[in-house]
Structures are given as structure tokens and as C-alpha cells.
């Protein structure tokens, strides 16, 4: 199937068309540039706890000053207390999903009640790291109200607290996909808060569309990748081999940037600050490189370079995170850019209902029968 046909004058995945005003981000596709909140990602990145970028995004949505660090941290606290108190009724039903099916089942969960923002950011990492945990035969752990967000997910997870470095990692990451500009996930966000359902249910929309490996599915097939290219040395034919059989290279491409994801490079950053000489980064580099180079030559035309998903799965990876993990994982930080657009969304009052060019058959009248 050819993506890119336009069909009746409709741009195809309406590439390029303005669906909302927004004060929360911005892609520059062609200067591979990405704006949070009136700023450039990688001065986001580097001044931003995790609960300060939601405080921020959340006050930017309903255009009020951000609240203070330490209210949000307090907030997510009590969030992921409430969410942990509702697992008792959810384990038995996580056995034989895979974790983002878990994650899907908690955050239909979670009620619509009083900062629905928070409840629901703050119950991702619980299930998340419960689900996780019941694979492994072992009991859920109960938060620590008193942690940053990133600390307790990583404690819940494996039962003892991560080193600084492995939070700053994470830290860094979930601050790096909190948004996104008009995405699949977010515009999905959007059009479900726009009929004036919840920010819970917005949620769960958004977490559904960015399962998909064209969005945020990817990370797992790229360490895939990653493994079945297995050396540097292999990379060349590896990749070669791929695009002769029509294969899309897993973390190549985006719909927005023609130059080199901006996202990648301060993953790239946080990676090499966390394992600076590791294997798998030399193996990486070595992929990169050659995917690169084969791109260019397969689609001379169409830029094709390094997206998010390539580092974010080798940062991930690096985290000893379960790669089964990675989406949900990525729903941790861009729940607050999901919100935050339902919350935008509703301040503008519209309903979300484009119209769609008829194609099918007509109607035959009666006399002509
Ligand atoms: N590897 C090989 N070829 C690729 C490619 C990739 N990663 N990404 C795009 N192409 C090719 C397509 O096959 C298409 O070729 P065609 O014109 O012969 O059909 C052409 O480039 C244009 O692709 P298109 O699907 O129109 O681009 P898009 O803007 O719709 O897609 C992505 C963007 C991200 C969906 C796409 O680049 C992709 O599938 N990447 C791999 C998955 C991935 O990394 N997803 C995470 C995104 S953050």
C-alpha cells in the first residue's frame, strides 16, 4: 500500500495541517528543532525535574501560573498511593497481558475525580511497575510518597533504590517526550477532550493510539534490531539486507523532521553519561551510521535520519528496563503532554469533527432499476 497517495484532494495523514493552536510545543521540522513551553528541548531538558516540566506544562494549558515543584511532587505522591490502593481488584487480571495491555486496564481504572491530570500520571508507573513485577512471580511494592516520580517508578520496579545517575537518565528521558506537537497520540488526546469527556478518558485514548510501532511502538524492534545486527562489523549488510526486502529501519524517519531529531541527540547525551563506554553504544553508533548512509542511497529524496525512538531504546535498555516495558514507559512522560493538550482542547470549547469526502457507491433511484 502506498502511503503517500492523496487521495480526492484529502492530504494524505494530514500531513501538514494546523488541527489546533497550542502554547505547549512546537516541531520545527526543517531546523530540527523542538520548542517546550517557550523553550529550545535541550535548555528544557537540562532545567527540569520531572515534576517541575508537568507543573509547567499543566499551568501553560490553563494558562495560570505553573504550581510549585513541591505541590506537584506531593500530588504525584497521593496519586500513586490512591493508584497503588486499587491493585489489590487488578493483579489477578494482569496475568497473561503483555504490560501494555496492564497499563491499559489500570488506566481504565483510574476514576475521573478531582485533578484528574495527576491521578492519572501518577498511576502509570504503579501498575506499570506491578505488572512488571507479577511476571516475575513477585509482589507489587508500595510507593514512596516522599521520591521524585522517576525514583519511585525505578524502586517499585526492582525493589531497591536506583543509583542518581540511572534517575537522571530517566529524569532526562521523560522529560524529553512529555511533548510533542501535534502527534498521533496527542491529537487523539484532543479530539476525545474536545467532546467533553474527561482527562482521564483522553488518557487512555492517547495511550491507546501510541502503541502503534509507527508512533511509539518502535523502541522494542530497534533493540530487536540492534541484536539481530548482534556486531559493528555486520551492520553494513545487515542494514542493506533490510531495505532490499522492502523493510522499514526501526528509529529512521518522522513525519515532521527532514534533519536529525533534535529528541535523539540529548538522549544520545544521557546515554553516554550513563554507560559511556558500553557495547551496545559502539554497536549503536555502528548502526547508525549505516542505516544512515544505506538511507540516503535507498530514498535519495526524502531525508530520512535518526528519530527518537533509535537512543530512547538504548537508553531504556541501559535502565535494565523490561523491553516489553518501553511504550508504557514512554507514557509515563508524555501523559502530562496528553493532559495538558485535553485541558488546552477544552479551554477552546469546540467539539473535534472534521468532515471526510465520500467515495462509495451511490444510491441507485428507484425508476432507473
Ligand atoms: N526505513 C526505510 N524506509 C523508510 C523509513 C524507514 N525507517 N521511513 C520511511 N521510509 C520510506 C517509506 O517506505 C516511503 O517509501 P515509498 O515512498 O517508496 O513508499 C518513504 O520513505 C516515505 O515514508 P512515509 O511513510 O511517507 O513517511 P511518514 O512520514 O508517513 O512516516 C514514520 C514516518 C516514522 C512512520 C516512518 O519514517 C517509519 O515508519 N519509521 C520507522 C518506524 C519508527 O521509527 N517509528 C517511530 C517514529 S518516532
Known sequence: MNTNVQTSGIKSGLEGIPAAETA??????????????????????????????????????????????????????AARAAAFARLGALLPSFEGLSLSEALRLGLA???????????VTGAIPVILAAAARAKEGKAPLAPDASLPHAADFLRMLRGEPASEAEVTALTTYLVTVMDHGMNASTFTARVIASTGAGLTWAALGGFAALTGPLHGGAPEPVLNMLEEVGTPARAESWVA?????????????????????????????????????????????????????????????????????????????????????????????????????????????????????????????????
Open 109 to 119: 481504572a483510574v476514576p475521573e475525580e478531582d485533578a484528574p491530570h495527576i491521578a
Open 24 to 77: 505547549l510545543s512546537h516541531v520545527v521540522g526543517a531546523a530540527g528543532e523542538l520548542i517546550l513551553c517557550g523553550a529550545h528541548l535541550k535548555d528544557f531538558a537540562a532545567a527540569h525535574s520531572f515534576e517541575s516540566a508537568a507543573a509547567l506544562f499543566w499551568g501553560t494549558a490553563q494558562d495560570e501560573a505553573p504550581m510549585a515543584e513541591e505541590q506537584v511532587r506531593a500530588g504525584l505522591g
Open 241 to 369: 539486507g533490510e531495505l532490499e526486502k522492502g523493510e522499514r529501519l526501526m528509529g529512521f524517519g518522522h513525519r515532521i523532521y527532514k534533519v536529525r531529531d533534535p529528541r535523539a541527540d540529548v538522549l544520545k547525551a544521557a546515554l553516554e553519561r550513563l554507560s559511556p563506554s558500553g557495547e551496545k553504544l559502539a554497536l549503536a553508533r555502528a548502526v547508525e551510521e549505516a542505516a544512515l548512509a544505506a538511507l540516503k542511497r535507498h530514498k535519495p529524496d526524502r531525508p530520512l535520519e535518526t528519530n527518537v525512538e533509535f537512543y530512547t531504546a538504548m537508553l531504556l535498555d541501559g535502565l535494565a528496563l523490561p523491553r516489553a516495558g518501553f511504550t508504557p514507559v514512554f507514557a509515563m512522560g508524555r501523559v502530562v503532554g496528553w493532559t495538558a493538550h485535553a485541558m488546552e482542547q477544552q479551554r477552546t470549547g469546540r467539539l473535534i469533527r472534521p468532515a471526510s469526502l465520500y467515495v462509495g457507491r451511490k444510491p441507485v433511484r428507484e425508476e432507473w432499476r
